[in-house]
């Protein structure tokens, strides 16, 4: 017989090898078990059902390479279901046992919020690491400013006086966020902790709390602290207030009293949201400039760049140069320096004083060697000079510029604006090589957990490709043409993150109508970039609707000349805004010989304008003839249009 004791040590023994296996099914199961109960999370995340999502993320292995995202999501889930309890655990256990995680430090960020009053050295460790781990910089100062806080609080707690040098170590902290981010999310939290700490703040520190109370709108907290401030060091925040309760006669006063003067306290962010205010009262561009005008006589002020620069912009066309001129020689090495050399340029050109353009043009290249109207110099200087090594250097260091595109027309004695090359359709993919199948990243790729995949890269091309896979085409292609504006030096025409770039949305379309009614595939893919973006539900301030933009007065008209159907939601159907988008460009085409340029004007300007822009205007060339029209508007719109025309071009000939 079994005595009670083995019976004992049996059950224990059984209980033992239970337990060790569940715990081994924790640590292990197949992969392809995982990724179906993170898949099904993530449907019910979806889904809105956030307990089953916690749940099914709670399955995924602890070895599993998914397993630091499945927490994070769990601590999203709970967030949801307002769990603070469960939500804090998630991100308690993903620092303990994945610390190296990429996730890690935003899960001490979050974590360290909740810790702050239950166990502030424990939220002051997370946030110091968050710190240390460097991983994005709103993260990193808000961290720092979570720091002074819990310093802060036990300072004032203990009774004790600080050191100087602890004391300014937490105020500094204070003063980087408020410096930093006046109108971020925690800056009246700031400035609430910052005036309990210190009840005696100087004058400048003083001023950023202000500012946070002003930019949040808690105009009872600024007055009081600028009532006990100079009014001269304070005067723009108090006119801020005035201009934003429309107080516009008190504003007005307070600006025209203090202008004159030149105080280095009064930050120049804030002068020129002031003068912003005062010239968005006056309705005309005429106002604005005698008002501005008048404004700039009455000061000496070393911020009076601004002023000037905004006098110029609203100035008539003869008084432009001069103005622009002064505003260059008062300051040569000023914020609007290049503006103003630029403009003078751009003045120049238009009125064909070559040999000035070119002087401009070279006292320009030698001093802003990369700006964003480098290309534009380079390319006119190279045109004056005939210099075919700067056309060249144009198409190798701004390749997808409109300028590497007319630099290339030239090179080569292309004639005419387009050339008739089909394009070959490439799928937008995942803009880089595949990471190694290892890698959390590639297990974050095959469940498709876009919103994780964005926080594990914190690229802005692959943010871009989540848009595009999640069907948003129009912030796809937005972040992408930002994101490459910021390289200082471009890929090959082959790399794949051009095709985030230009994409070929509606393709299929696109080539459908642009054969069907002799257009350029190219060129209308162009304008549907530009036009929309890529949204087909678009709609513009003066009516233009869809993809291409229709206006639904000039949509009616050319079905009914087509003996097609037309209600004004039509616009909104890819398909049909795409068809009337080529017939209406044919259309202008036809009336305009044939002149791809004039038309994709006259598509912006109006064919009216264009037919008197062609017979009036003085140009032997395409560049001259951009250059002459007299709506800024229709010129950038030209160059934008063959600009993309030409990255459609060379990303995807045949």
Not at 75 to 88: I, P, T, V, Y
Not at 146 to 151: D, E, G
Not at 629 to 651: A, C, F, V
């Amino acid at each position: 017989m079994f005595s009670s004791r083995n019976i004992v040590a049996g059950i224990f023994i059984l209980l033992l090898f239970l337990g060790l296996g569940v715990t081994f099914s924790k640590l292990y199961q197949p992969e392809a078990k995982n990724i179906k109960n993170y898949k099904l999370a993530l449907s019910d995340y979806d889904n809105e059902n956030y307990s089953n999502s916690y749940f099914l993320f709670s399955q995924v292995s602890a070895i599993s390479a998914l397993k630091p995202a499945a927490l994070y999501r769990q601590a999203m889930c709970a967030r949801k279901l307002g769990d603070n309890k469960s939500e804090l655990n998630s991100y308690q256990q993903l620092i303990m046992y994945y610390p190296r995680s990429r996730f890690a430090a935003e899960a001490r960020y979050y974590a360290g919020q909740f810790l702050m009053d239950e166990n502030p050295n424990l939220a002051y460790r997370y946030f110091d690491n968050v710190v240390k781990a460097n991983i994005d910089e709103d993260f990193t100062i808000a961290s720092e400013y979570f720091k002074a806080r819990i310093t802060a609080t036990k300072i004032r707690y203990s009774g004790k006086k600080p050191s100087e040098k602890k004391k300014e170590k937490v105020e500094q902290a204070f003063r980087n966020y408020l410096e930093k981010y006046p109108d971020g999310r925690l800056a009246v939290n700031v400035a609430n902790t910052w005036r309990k700490f210190n009840q005696n703040l100087s004058p400048s520190d003083a001023y950023l709390v202000a500012r946070a109370y002003v930019y949040a709108k808690s105009y009872a907290e600024a007055k009081n602290i600028i009532s006990k401030l100079k009014e001269e060091d304070i005067w723009v925040l108090k006119d801020l207030m005035l201009y934003r309760t429309r107080d516009y006669n008190n504003a007005n006063a307070l600006l025209l009293k203090h202008i004159k003067e030149d105080n280095k306290n009064i930050r120049k962010e804030d002068y020129n949201l002031v003068i912003d205010e005062y010239t968005d009262i006056w309705d005309s561009d005429k106002s604005k400039y005698h008002k501005l005008a008048a404004l700039l006589n009455s000061t000496k002020s070393s911020k009076r760049d601004y002023i000037w620069n905004l006098k110029c912009s609203y100035s008539p066309k003869e008084e432009k140069q001069s103005c622009y001129s002064g505003l260059y020689s008062a300051f040569p090495n000023g914020e609007y320096a290049r503006i103003a050399l630029f403009q003078n340029f751009v003045l120049a050109l238009e009125s064909k004083n070559y040999q000035k353009t070119r002087q401009l043009s070279v006292e320009y290249l030698n001093k802003y060697k990369d700006s964003k109207e480098t290309p534009m110099v380079m390319f006119w200087a190279a045109k004056i000079d005939h210099s075919s090594k700067m056309l060249n250097e144009i198409v190798y260091r701004y390749p997808d510029s409109f300028y590497a595109y007319r630099a290339f027309w030239i090179l080569h004695n292309i004639n005419g604006a387009t050339i008739n090359s089909p394009l070959k359709f490439k799928q937008v993919v995942y803009p880089y090589k595949l990471p190694d199948r290892k890698s959390p990243l590639y297990s974050l790729l095959l469940v498709k957990d876009y919103e994780m995949i964005k926080k594990y890269t914190n690229d802005k091309f692959i943010e871009s490709w989540v848009e595009y896979e999640k069907g948003n085409y129009a912030t796809s292609m937005i972040i992408a043409r930002d994101a490459m504006a910021d390289l200082d030096v471009k890929p090959t025409k082959s790399d794949l993150r051009w095709r985030l770039v230009y994409p070929q949305n509606y393709f299929k379309q696109v080539r459908k109508y642009a054969n069907e009614y002799y257009n350029n595939e190219a060129l209308i893919m162009a304008i549907l970039r530009e036009e929309s973006s890529f949204n087909t539900q678009s709609q513009s301030n003066v009516g233009a609707m869809g993809l291409m933009q229709l206006m639904p007065t000039t949509a009616k008209e050319i079905a009914s000349r087509n003996n097609l159907p037309f209600e004004i939601l039509y616009l909104l159907n890819p398909d049909i805004n795409i068809r009337l988008g080529n017939l209406y460009y044919s259309s202008l085409k036809e009336q305009l010989s044939n002149n791809e340029v004039m038309a994709i004007a006259a598509y912006n300007g109006g064919i009216g304008s264009v037919i008197n822009w062609k017979n009036k205007l003085s140009y032997s060339d395409i560049d001259e003839f951009i250059i002459q029209i007299p709506y800024e508007e229709t010129q950038y719109y030209i160059e934008k249009i063959l600009g993309s025309y030409w990255n459609y071009t060379r990303i995807y000939q045949k």
